[in-house]
């Protein structure tokens, strides 16, 4: 009869050199959704665009 297939779990890689984990790192990261960094963009364009004409800068 077969023996079933055993799935070793083999433990993460150690760190080494300062070079974090990538979960380790993900934990510490500001998350924004693509969506907010559009807008931003967006009002941000707007904003300089009004203050051109605002200060006739703009044709």
Do not use: H
Request: aromatic fraction near 8%; hydrophobic fraction near 40%.
């Amino acid at each position: 009869m077969a023996r079933p297939k055993r799935k070793d779990k083999t433990p993460p890689l150690m760190s080494s050199a300062g070079i974090m984990r990538y979960f380790e790192e993900e934990k510490t990261q500001i998350k924004i959704s693509p969506k907010t960094v559009l807008a931003a963009g967006i009002v941000t364009g707007v904003l300089v665009i009004i203050l051109n004409a605002y200060y006739g800068l703009w044709p």
